[in-house]
Nanobody, 123 residues
Framework: VQLQASGGGLVQAGGSLRLSCAGS????????IGWFRQAPGKEREGVACISSSDGSTYYPGSVKGRFTISSDNAKTTVYLQMNSLKPEDTAVYYCAAERSAACLTQSFSYHYWGQGTQVTVSS
């Protein structure tokens, strides 16, 4: 299982970014994909999850209504559209995969991780 995250960058508050997570080496439809973030000195937190089998999604309250996760199973790629970004969204963002039908919200539930991509939101 390999995951490649991309799309991070520097954006002003209120702006948008779209992250991508390209997967390979596994049957995409049998896995859930989660996006997590980790800011300096803070614990890793989940920001979105999607089940590739049925498209169900999960968001915590901190990003609900601003972030949207989607999946292109044909391209084995998951996207995280981030709108109305805030300085507190600044972090390294990671995608992760785990064989499951239902979304998993805790980082310890995932075995496979991509490298991080930095998102910096300036005020």
């Amino acid at each position: 299982v390999q995951l490649q995250a991309s799309g991070g960058g520097l954006v002003q508050a209120g702006g948008s970014l779209r992250l991508s997570c390209a997967g390979s080496g596994f049957t995409f439809s049998n896995y859930v994909i989660g996006w997590f973030r980790q800011a300096p000195g803070k614990e890793r937190e989940g920001v979105a999850c999607i089940s590739s089998s049925d498209g169900s999604t999960y968001y915590p309250g901190s990003v609900k209504g601003r972030f949207t996760i989607s999946s292109d199973n044909a391209k084995t790629t998951v996207y995280l559209q981030m709108n109305s970004l805030k300085p507190e969204d600044t972090a390294v963002y990671y995608c992760a995969a785990e064989r499951s039908a239902a979304c998993l919200t805790q980082s310890f539930s995932y075995h496979y991780w991509g490298q991080g991509t930095q998102v910096t939101v300036s005020s």
